[in-house]
């Protein structure tokens, strides 16, 4: 008959958690907390990165294509975008309505918005 001995990790969830740890780690031979290099937890390091400029009209389809699947995979990506016109005054407002709707359309109406600068 072979017996095997078994070896336990009991983890606790401390009252007030403490950052950077969101748990902590109780030595099963002492019942004291157990630290990791000298009792701060490894935290990856974190950098934003803005990708920015302007986009030439004839690669605004290939760049869309090609950075956008790139960037989906990180966490928190935001997009904004900024276009300009200059137009004759008289066709502004039609061209704001059509806008207005095409953004309703893609349900981004109150998120992006279009604004007027008379010159």
Request: glycine fraction near 6%; aromatic fraction near 2%; proline fraction near 6%.
């Amino acid at each position: 008959m072979v017996s095997s001995a078994a070896t336990a990790v009991q983890a606790t969830v401390p009252e007030a958690i403490q950052s950077p740890s969101e748990f902590t780690l109780v030595s099963h031979d002492s019942g004291q907390p157990t630290t990791v290099d000298g009792g701060v937890a490894a935290v990856p390091a974190k950098t934003i990165l803005r990708v920015k400029g302007a986009v030439p009209p004839e690669l605004w389809n290939r760049f869309g294509s090609k950075i956008i699947p790139k960037l989906r995979s990180a966490n928190q990506l935001e997009a904004r975008v900024e276009l300009r016109i200059e137009i004759e005054t008289s066709a502004s407002a039609s061209l704001e309505a059509e806008i207005q709707q095409i953004l309703s359309d893609l349900d981004l109406g109150g998120k992006v918005v279009v604004e007027k600068d008379h010159g």
